[in-house]
């Protein structure tokens, strides 16, 4: 739970944080007379003859709706004659402030605030809902600030032990009443706007688990346990039939702390939790498309090693079955054979065998070599970046040529004399694989784009590492010795 004061103290700030998840919390206008179009009037005092525009969250990004022109009394009008799509909106004024509005079922209200503090005078006639929203704020940036002020207090007392038991106790208290509010919250505006974007919010309550007497290390199996539970109860509060969370900064925000500091990052644990968000849009084209979207782009952008496959999956499952209608051909026939290019080279998949010519003028074959552990590595004598990184992977295969490791270096030009001679030159005594014809296809089934490119083979010529930097090499390696023995 500590996490959980921290994280809602740190998202709040009405002055910076375009992402501030607390600056949504509005109060839902019941009972007035809701009429088609937006007219939204907006009086600001000390501040004429500016630009003020409309803009909304999709995302993580935000973008223009509308704009108008303050005259000299400081007023100016949004005004559409279809409704705005509902969500949180931001009134963007000059020198980069804002205020974030909820716009739900009542387009209609008026806006009036002083330029020089536009939050403390901030007040809104027509719509309940905002009006609640700024005392909202109020009341919950109170409560963050307490709530810091006993985390820094902790902080400084850590040396303590008796101030930590009494700081901890009023730590506990105040999370829960924090927790209370928001459930209040809720409770009060069931089923609204303000009650789906609170519950959004909310962190999943975790329950103690009872270890039976005598298990083996009980508190990692009481982690363990924890762990998962919150794994997959995450998105509990995420209503994925919703869609006026795509006008928020919370879906995206709740996605991506999933996907990067929840689920383990293996290709197959990954894999299991996408199915199971995908679930949860079926029947919903727009939260389909946006999630599909989201996850694409994240792991299509991961630089996480083995993060390619998940990239294939999706591509596999959504955009080239069809089920992706919002992409165009070109899109799919390029992605296609983005795809095709990885098929053959993924994390636990089983290496290609190449068999080719050598510089000592024999055939090789990357099947024959019987120790541990194989590096594989494309290269070219007058790249740049190969002249840095060769020397380096000599200098780490001369202290452990005899411990396990061999390489299997793949020239990836046709330049025979400068290969030769840069061979000789630097004393390059591992497998030396020449194929300037690429009748292995070598860089068809490893996805050789660019040079240097480093493989890590298992005994069994199975794929455990890729595009491994030359520097990661001895700690992957002892990691998977220790681990993976």
Excluded at 224 to 237: A, E, I, P, T
Excluded at 374 to 397: D, M, R, S, V
């Amino acid at each position: 739970m500590t996490k959980f004061v921290t994280n809602f103290y740190t998202s709040f700030s009405m002055k910076k944080s375009v992402l501030g998840f607390f600056l949504i919390l509005f109060s839902f206008s019941a009972g007035c007379q809701v009429k088609s179009g937006y007219d939204i009037s907006l009086i600001v005092s000390g501040l004429k003859d500016s630009t003020i525009f409309l803009a909304y969250h999709y995302g993580d990004k935000q973008y223009l709706r509308d704009s108008t022109v303050l005259d000299n009394n400081g007023h100016g009008i949004f005004k559409g004659a279809e409704n705005l799509p509902q969500g949180i909106y931001m009134v963007v004024l000059p020198g980069e402030k804002y205020f974030e509005i909820l716009i739900s079922d009542d387009q209609q209200f008026i806006i009036t605030c002083s330029y020089s503090d536009f939050f403390n005078t901030l007040k809104f006639v027509g719509s309940d809902e905002n009006s609640y929203f700024v005392q909202y704020q109020k009341k919950w940036g109170a409560m963050q600030q307490q709530a810091t002020g006993i985390g820094r207090r902790i902080q400084m007392n850590k040396q303590n032990s008796d101030s930590l038991k009494i700081l901890a106790q009023k730590q506990k208290l105040k999370e829960q009443e924090m927790k209370a509010y928001l459930n209040e919250v809720i409770s009060e505006n069931d089923h609204n706007l303000l009650s789906v974007l609170v519950k959004s919010m909310l962190p999943i309550t975790v329950p103690e688990f009872t270890i039976p007497a005598g298990t083996n290390n009980p508190d990692s199996v009481k982690w363990v346990m924890k762990y998962n539970y919150n794994q997959d109860h995450f998105f509990d509060n995420i209503d994925f039939t919703d869609e006026r969370l795509l006008r928020t900064p919370l879906l995206y925000a709740r996605l991506d702390a999933f996907f990067t500091n929840v689920v383990l990052q293996s290709a197959d644990s990954i894999d299991k939790e996408i199915d199971k968000v995908i679930q949860k849009c079926q029947g919903h084209y727009k939260m389909f498309q946006f999630v599909s979207v989201y996850l694409f782009n994240h792991f299509r952008e991961s630089e996480i090693m083995g993060h390619d496959a998940v990239m294939v999956k999706l591509a596999d499952d959504i955009y080239l079955s069809g089920k992706a209608d919002w992409v165009s051909k070109e899109f799919k026939d390029d992605l296609r054979k983005q795809v095709e290019l990885l098929r053959h080279n993924l994390i636990g998949m089983k290496a290609e065998n190449l068999v080719m010519d050598s510089y000592k003028g024999i055939f090789v074959s990357l099947y024959d070599i019987e120790k541990p552990f194989t590096i594989l590595y494309f290269w070219e004598p007058n790249c740049g970046h190969c002249q840095e990184a060769t020397p380096k992977l000599k200098a780490y295969y001369d202290k452990a040529k005899n411990n396990g490791i061999e390489i299997f270096a793949v020239c990836t030009t046709s330049n025979k004399p400068a290969w030769t001679k840069y061979i000789e030159d630097n004393g390059l005594t591992w497998i030396n694989g020449w194929d300037p014809e690429r009748s292995t296809h070598f860089d068809y089934f490893y996805n050789v784009q660019s040079t240097p490119m480093t493989y890590i083979l298992d005994r069994n010529k199975k794929i455990i590492a890729k595009k491994i930097s030359i520097e990661d090499i001895p700690l992957f390696i002892e990691n998977y010795r220790k681990y993976f023995k």
